[in-house]
T-cell receptor
Framework: DQQVKQNSPSLSVQEGRISILNCDYT??????FLWYKKYPAEGPTFLIS?????DKNEDGRFTVFLNKSAKHLSLHIVPSQPGDSAVYFC???????????FGTGTRLTIIP | NAGVMQNPRHLVRRRGQEARLRCSPM?????VYWYRQLPEEGLKFMVY????????ESGMPKERFSAEFPKEGPSILRIQQVVRGDSAAYFC?????????????FGPGTRLTVL
């Protein structure tokens, strides 16, 4: 049972444009959502998070949007840079639970 | 400050052998989490430990898998009598806060291959 889904296994975006990565979840108990970035041969690195009391959180070039009614979140990266090429995972938990549930990841490739 | 360290980075075992994966948390961190990533899947929670205690092992397979985090030394994930289906990347994460998922720092992982 895949409670967190990333339906796009890969995405290519031109440098300087906006990258939009999507994530859907099924468990209505999830109230905290995180995005991680992963380079080959490294562990995931925390990028940005959002709690269910918000619908938007911004940190520099990264913005996460949460649509609770649709059980959908998205990560916007603008402008996209070559160093953003990586696999991006969304993850969820019950706030304070710490037991993260990850999606399958989206491989983002930024084209120079 | 060194990050989370895992060794070995790559481990090859034949079916029926034992695999021992080590995780040294960041300095000052007393919470350790183990995750497994099977091919083409996301990371899946296995177990959460504090020093000398298993707090949550709800993601651990019922047989052959065990984990410990002793008072001194690294956390160990042990897989007995490995099978081909155990081939995966195993990540550990450490934290110095309980209840804060965004404070989990991940190690580079151990890639286990079972022949």
């Amino acid at each position: 049972d895949q409670q967190v889904k990333q339906n796009s296994p890969s995405l290519s975006v031109q440098e300087g444009r906006i990258s939009i990565l999507n994530c859907d979840y099924t468990n209505s108990m999830f109230d905290y959502f995180l995005w991680y970035k992963k380079y080959p041969a490294e562990g995931p690195t925390f990028l940005i998070s959002i709690s269910s009391i918000k619908d938007k959180n911004e940190d520099g070039r990264f913005t996460v949007f949460l649509n609770k009614s649709a059980k959908h979140l998205s990560l916007h990266i603008v402008p996209s840079q070559p160093g953003d090429s990586a696999v991006y995972f969304c993850a969820s938990d019950n706030f304070g639970n710490e037991k993260l549930t990850f999606g399958t990841g989206t491989r983002l490739t930024i084209i120079p | 400050n060194a990050g989370v360290m895992q060794n070995p980075r790559h481990l090859v075992r034949r079916r029926g052998q034992e695999a021992r994966l080590r995780c040294s948390p960041m300095k000052g961190h007393s919470h350790v989490y183990w995750y497994r990533q099977l091919p083409e899947e996301g990371l899946k929670f296995m177990v959460y430990l504090q020093k000398e205690n298993i707090i949550d092992e709800s993601g651990m397979p019922k047989e052959r898998f065990s984990a410990e985090f002793p008072k001194e030394g690294p956390s160990i994930l042990r897989i007995q009598q490995v099978v081909r289906g155990d081939s995966a990347a195993y990540f550990c994460a450490s934290s110095n806060y309980r209840g804060r998922a965004d404070t989990q720092y991940f190690g580079p992982g151990t890639r286990l291959t079972v022949l």
